[in-house]
């Protein structure tokens, strides 16, 4: 009977944690990742390409063995792809997720430079507090910015939520 028991529970887990993103991915809120996620899915589109899990490793000095969990959890999501041994790559749903995720980066800190914060402090700044400002408030803040094209860290683009006549 436990053993049933575990199976059930493993089996819901896995369901819980793949439908929190996987069905609704179109309508993403932001806010279904923890911090240390979205600075990794960031760093695997920047990459443009595939990521070995040494290199996220060494990039954010985190134990490889807790890159291999993670990586494990983001998979479960459907957002990115890993194959032992080659490396981790983004599905078309953990890109469209990313360039959320950096185009959320990048207003939210053009408009903390705005109010005297160098780029280099709103950055750090929004890294602190990004996971928790959803996509309909940065799709608000972006039309009462008149859809900007530059923010501080580099080339705004915009999603056919936002902006629909696209970029």
């Given at each position: ?8 529970w ?7 944690s ?12 932001g ?26 490793s ?16 983001l998979?479960a ?15 078309e ?19 903390l ?6 780029p ?48």
């Open positions: 009977m436990v053993c049933y028991t575990q199976k059930i493993a089996i819901l887990k896995s369901y819980l793949i439908s929190r993103l996987s069905p609704f991915m179109n309508e993403f809120t806010l279904e990742l923890s911090p240390k996620k979205i600075e990794y899915i960031k760093y695997i589109q920047e990459q443009k390409g595939l990521v070995k899990t040494t290199d996220i060494s990039q954010f000095k985190v134990d490889p063995s807790t890159i291999t969990k993670t990586v494990s959890e998979s999501t459907g957002l990115i792809q890993h194959m032992p041994y080659r490396g981790i790559s983004l599905t749903q953990g890109r469209i997720y990313a360039e959320f995720l950096i185009r959320r980066h990048r207003i939210i800190s053009l408009v430079t705005h109010y005297g914060l160098s280099d402090e709103a950055c750090i700044a929004v890294s602190r507090f990004e996971g928790r400002v959803t996509r309909e408030v940065v799709d608000k803040i972006c039309t009462s910015l008149g859809h900007p094209t530059m923010g501080v860290c580099g080339k705004i683009q915009h999603d056919k939520c936002c902006c629909p006549a696209g970029d």
